[in-house]
C-alpha cells in the first residue's frame, strides 16, 4: 500500500503534512481515535451517516478490508455493492494519501543489526516483556525527555497513561530521572508492579552475585540526591486520585545520555542503576 515516507521531505513539507494531518484528525476525531472496543460500548455504528450505514452493512471484514485498502487477495476483485457516498469516499481517498509507507524505505536501525527482536541501546532488563517497537519508542522518548530536562533543569517527570511501566521504568532507573507514573487501568496498574517485582527480584539476584559491583554503584550515587526508601524501584503506576507524592529519585545520571540517534552504544545508566547491565 503506498504512503508518505517523511525522509524525502524537506521543512516545509513536513510542516504542510503535519498541518494536513491534524486537520483530518480533528474532523473525523471521533472514529479515527476510537479503539475497538468502543465500537460495541460506545455504539459508535449509531454515530456514523446513514449513507454510511447503508453502504457498509452487511460487508464482512476481509471485504471492508479489500474496499478500504484497495488491495484484493490474489483472485479477488475490487467491486463495490453499491455507490459509495462522497464523504466515504473523501476520507478514504484522504487517510490512503497521508498515510505513512508501511514499506521499509531505509536501512534497519543499528540497535537491530545484531538481532532483529532487541535493541543493542537497551540493556536486558528494560527489553524484557518489551516488543522490538516498544523497545525503539521507549529508548527514543527517554533519552529526549533526558535532553529537555537537563536544558531546563526540570527535576521531576510525570508519564501520564504510564501503561505498564515500561517507559517510566527506563526514564528512572535508566537515565536517572525522577519519575512518577499515572495511569487509571487497574489491569495495567496490576501489571506494572508485577514487572517492578520482577525488577527487583533481579536486582536482589544480581547484589548476591555481584557485592563489589553493587557496592561501587551504590557508593556512587551517594554523591547525588538522597535516593528514595525502599528498594529504589517504582512501585507501579499510580491510580489517577492517588496524590503524586513520593517521586523516585535516584543518583545523577553518568554524564550525557541523550546520545546521538546514530550511535550503537547502549543508553548509559544511571550510578545507583549500574547492577542492570
Known amino acids: 500500500m503506498p504512503g508518505v515516507s517523511a525522509?524525502?521531505?524537506s521543512h516545509g513539507e513536513r510542516r504542510q503534512l503535519a498541518v494536513n494531518l491534524t486537520r483530518v484528525l480533528a474532523l473525523y476525531r471521533s472514529i479515527l481515535d476510537a479503539y475497538i472496543i468502543e465500537f460495541f460500548t460506545d455504539s459508535l455504528w449509531g454515530t456514523l451517516p446513514s449513507s454510511w450505514q447503508e453502504a457498509l452493512d452487511g460487508?464482512?471484514?476481509p471485504q471492508l478490508a479489500t474496499l478500504l485498502l484497495g488491495m484484493p487477495r490474489e483472485g479477488e476483485e475490487i467491486r463495490y455493492r453499491s455507490v459509495w457516498p462522497l464523504t466515504l469516499l473523501a476520507l478514504k481517498s484522504t487517510a490512503c494519501a497521508l498515510a505513512f509507507t508501511r514499506t521499509p524505505g531505509f536501512q534497519t536501525p543499528s540497535e537491530f543489526l545484531e538481532n532483529p527482536s532487541q535493541s543493542s541501546r537497551l540493556t536486558a532488563p528494560f527489553r524484557k516483556h518489551v516488543k522490538p517497537k516498544k523497545q525503539h519508542e521507549i529508548r527514543r522518548l527517554g533519552e529526549l525527555v533526558k535532553k529537555l530536562s537537563d536544558l531546563t533543569g526540570c527535576t521531576q517527570v510525570v508519564d501520564v497513561g504510564s501503561g505498564q511501566g515500561h517507559l517510566s521504568r527506563f526514564m528512572s532507573l535508566g537515565l536517572g530521572l525522577m519519575v512518577k507514573s499515572l495511569e487509571g487501568n487497574q489491569r495495567l496498574v496490576s501489571r506494572a508492579r508485577r514487572l517492578d517485582q520482577e525488577l527487583l527480584q533481579a536486582l536482589n539476584k544480581m547484589d548476591k552475585r555481584h557485592p563489589k559491583i553493587c557496592a561501587t554503584g551504590v557508593t556512587a550515587s551517594r554523591s547525588g540526591p538522597p535516593a528514595?526508601?525502599?528498594s529504589g524501584c517504582p512501585s507501579g503506576p499510580?491510580?489517577?486520585r492517588e496524590s503524586c507524592g513520593g517521586f523516585l529519585q535516584l543518583g545523577p545520571p553518568a554524564g550525557p545520555?541523550?546520545?546521538d540517534?546514530?550511535?550503537?552504544r547502549p543508553a548509559a545508566l544511571s550510578p545507583g542503576a549500574r547492577l542492570l547491565r
Open 257 to 259: 545520555t541523550g546520545g
Open 238 to 240: 499510580t491510580g489517577p
Open 228 to 230: 528514595a526508601t525502599g
Open 261 to 264: 540517534t546514530d550511535s550503537a
Open 59 to 61: 460487508l464482512t471484514p
Open 7 to 9: 525522509r524525502g521531505l
